[in-house]
């Protein structure tokens, strides 16, 4: 199946959610995933219209962010993050989904060159309260948003989640739409909110019936992933 098939399967996933669930015009963006994939698969979903890629795995991702130089791409850092990458981060992209931390999100803004724009920022959530799960606790959402929105280089636009794997359509709505509400609560002190990055290959209907403005799909783009080109 070429990409450009798969694609156009994901927009009409998309677009069948929207209607059924929020019958009225609703923009959602869909960000490729494209880690461990190739270069010659982003040029090739890139030629089919595609402009938002997200990457998991630094190296790699600075590796094709250099390559694809000259493609006017959108480029998501989605990945965990550890302090010695902040600089390669914040070089390199435009977005990052996966903040969970002040002191993160204090580097990202200092290694900000004054040269591009401000780094679009999302919070991670740990939605499901998992224990060993990135993201930050509900309860400390709105402390840490304070602090971040003050940052200089950084744009604060919104949440990220990653809930608890299940295959049950209402389990899954009901993750989401406890995001949906925090995100809208939120949205009354933080009103330049605009992005709810949630939904993935597995529950991406589950995530625009609750809202999500931005889904990221991997595996239904590009197919099983392959072992990451660096670990
Ligand atoms: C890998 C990954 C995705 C894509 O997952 P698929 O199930 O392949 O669609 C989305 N979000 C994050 C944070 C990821 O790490």
Sequence with gaps: MSIAYQLQNVFQRISDAVTQYICKPYPVTLLAVSKTHKICKIEEAFNAGQRNFGENYLQEAVGKIIALNDYEI????????????????????????????????????????????????CLQVNISAEENKSGVAPDQLRELMTQVQSLERIKLRGLMCIPAKTDDFDQQRLAFREMSQLFHHLQKDFPNLDTLSMGMSGDLEAAIAEGSTMVRVGTDIFGTRNKPLES
């Design 74 to 121: 959108c480029w998501h850092y989605i990945g965990p993050i550890q302090s010695n990458k902040t600089s390669k981060i914040a070089e390199h992209f435009d977005w990052v989904h996966s903040v969970e931390r002040l002191k993160i999100a204090r580097r990202l803004s200092e290694q900000r060159s004054q040269d591009s724009k401000p780094l679009n920022i």
